[in-house]
């Protein structure tokens, strides 16, 4: 059963990369990231904007960030995006 689960989840993943889904983020420095990829365990994360105006400043502060790239395991990635 766990690697049914892990199957449906890393199908999950692969979705909300090619919806180019956007998700709060405590690993990025503006608390908002998209994943661009998988490799077996690990979710490739990129830095984007936040979209709400209270964290303007994070956006101004941390600009330099906007479109690096860090890896979370790939299932703290799914809590992220789908809890």
Not at 17 to 34: E, H, L, V
Not at 48 to 58: G, I, L, N
Not at 61 to 80: E, H, S, V
Request: glycine share 8%; aromatic share 10%.
């Amino acid at each position: 059963m766990n690697k049914i689960i892990k199957q449906q989840d890393d199908i999950d993943l692969l979705d909300a990369i090619k919806d180019g889904r956007t998700f709060s983020c405590n690993g990025s420095p503006t608390c908002q990231a998209k994943i661009i990829g998988l490799r077996g365990g690990v979710a490739v994360l990129e830095v984007t904007e936040h979209p709400e105006s209270y964290m303007r400043d994070y956006n101004i502060k941390y600009a330099d960030k906007i479109g690096n790239t860090f890896n979370l395991p790939a299932y703290i990635a799914w809590n992220a995006i789908y809890f």
